[in-house]
């Protein structure tokens, strides 16, 4: 089993990351202020807009280490990759499934079982320990409508049905998503999800939490041989990593959204830590992006059961579990891919 290693956060803007024989080196105005060892990294995230020496990102391509340049506000923009790697007959496999509507449907749909069911079990724990200041019948209809909706996944065999039970499924989840923050109400409120850019302080987190998933699920993904920009539910586009956001479905509920409630409900995110620009976009402040990586790395360390192998392991590691049984099902050696299931 692979180990889960470190994540390398650098998030001052103005920063220059070079190698060192093996060490990244962190400058600023030609002074090292940080050094560490590769072999103890397993990412990079790269928040600044000065970049990294070549020699650096050559480096990080060939030992497998996954380095992504960041706006400040956390916006994905580019990733270092050197020569394709992984298994030709398995990324072949890939393409050929995902060029049929009709196979690529069968996977999709288990993605999306794994969503529905993360996000109904999000609802009913909320009605379970914290029953005296939510709305529980609200939960409990939304989260009935949401399994009659599973129902109807498991025999879905088109795309576009598969895509309108997935939305209609989000309306009801989001519908009582406000009830499931606790604190500070006045300034952590949901009403509806907003975007490129975010409008208040929970989309802010929410979207903030989507990239960091999005770059897990990426580096899970590829480093199973697998082509993160080929996916089935989401169609090719050129520049969007479909099979990245295919495999996120099932975490957006569980990992993301859980994580983000948490840290509200927790008090390790304060209002003060975020800023809101002149056209309404609201963005995590240097303080308010400091406290969630640190939770993020603190909640990736968690240990968990998985449910399919019924092995203990990191939270971490689980993209990469479930990147590596979608691998097992193209080649052969699953008869269906096994969703993350959490409860």
């Known amino acids: ?16 990351l070079t190698l060192e024989g093996e060490n990244v080196v962190v400058l600023c105005e030609s002074e090292v202020r940080a050094r560490f060892p590769l072999h103890t990294l397993q990412a990079i995230l790269y928040f600044g807009y000065k970049g990294a020496s070549p020699a650096l990102m050559g480096a990080c391509a060939s030992r497998g280490v996954t380095l992504s340049f960041l706006t400040s506000f956390g916006k994905f923009l580019a990733q270092a ?7 030709v007959l398995l990324r072949k496999q890939q393409y050929r499934l995902s060029d049929s509507e009709h196979d690529s449907c069968q996977i999709a749909r288990h993605f999306i079982i794994g969503k529905v069911y993360n996000c109904r079990w999000i609802l009913e724990r909320a009605t379970r320990d914290h029953a005296m200041r939510v709305d529980v019948a609200r ?8 399994a009659e909706i599973l129902s109807q996944l498991a025999p879905c065999s088109d795309l576009d049905t598969l895509r309108g039970l997935e939305g209609k499924a989000a309306n009801f989840y989001f519908d009582v998503f406000d009830e499931l923050i606790l604190q500070n109400k006045e300034h952590f409120y949901f009403q509806n999800r907003s975007r490129r850019p975010p409008r ?20 899970a993904l590829e480093s199973v ?15 969007r990593a479909s ?11 569980v990992y993301a959204d859980r994580f983000v409630i948490s840290l509200i409900n927790n008090r390790e995110i304060l209002p003060k830590q975020f800023e809101q620009k002149e056209n309404g976009a609201v963005w995590l402040n240097d303080e308010g992006r400091k406290a969630v990586l640190s ?35 193209l080649r052969g050696d699953l008869d269906a891919y096994p969703p993350f299931f959490w409860k």
């Open 1 to 16: 089993m692979r180990h889960l290693l470190n994540t390398l956060f650098v998030l001052t803007e103005d920063s220059y």
């Open 243 to 253: 099979l990245t956001l295919d495999l996120m479905e099932e975490f957006r509920g």
């Open 139 to 146: 939960l409990k209809k939304n989260s009935l409508q949401m």
């Open 81 to 87: 990759c050197g020569k394709m790697q992984g298994n």
């Open 200 to 219: 208040d302080n929970v989309n802010a987190l929410l979207s903030f939490a989507y990239t960091l998933l999005a770059n897990d699920c990426a580096a």
């Open 225 to 239: 041989g697998l082509d993160s920009y080929v996916g089935f539910l989401h169609r090719d586009r050129p520049g």
């Open 295 to 329: 939770a993020w790395q603190a909640r990736k360390k968690a240990t968990i059961t998985h449910p399919f192998l019924n092995e203990k392991l990191p939270w971490g590691l689980v993209p990469y579990v479930q990147a590596l049984l979608l691998s097992r099902y």
